[in-house]
């Protein structure tokens, strides 16, 4: 499964962004798949995950309420939506697909991974 972030950008705070992962090759509609995000010299960490059908997510504290991720298994996408952006948000967000149905906020149970859009929020 070869995955495909987009939707990344430079906001102001407050603002809201809606990011896109897309599946080429294959589908990952039977997949978890989870967002994580990396902030320049920090270690990668985990954001969100959402199951194979959609029926269960997951979030950080630091995005609960201000973060929704969604599927569309027909159109083959997930998606998340972030309201409320601060500073503390900026990083390279990556999607991440798993060959399990439930997620999980461990990176390392993620095999398949996006390249990664570019999220800067300044204040």
């Known amino acids: 499964v070869q995955l495909q972030a987009c939707g990344g950008g430079l906001v102001q705070t407050g603002a809201s962004l809606k990011l896109s992962c897309a599946a080429s090759?294959?589908?990952?509609?039977?997949?978890?798949v989870g967002w994580f995000r990396q902030a320049p010299g920090k270690e990668r960490e985990f954001v969100a995950h959402?199951?194979?059908?959609?029926?269960?997510?997951s979030y950080a504290d630091s995005v609960k309420g201000r973060f929704t991720i969604s599927r569309d298994r027909a159109k083959n996408k997930v998606y998340l939506q972030m309201n409320s952006l601060n500073p503390e948000d900026t990083a390279v967000y990556y999607c991440?697909?798993?060959?399990?149905?439930?997620?999980?906020?461990?990176?390392?149970?993620?095999?398949?991974w996006g390249q990664g859009t570019l999220v800067t929020v300044s204040s």
């Open positions: 959402i199951s194979w059908n959609g029926g269960s997510t």
């Open positions: 090759a294959r589908t990952f509609s039977n997949n978890a």
């Open positions: 991440a697909a798993s060959r399990t149905s439930y997620g999980s906020t461990q990176y390392t149970q993620y095999q398949y």
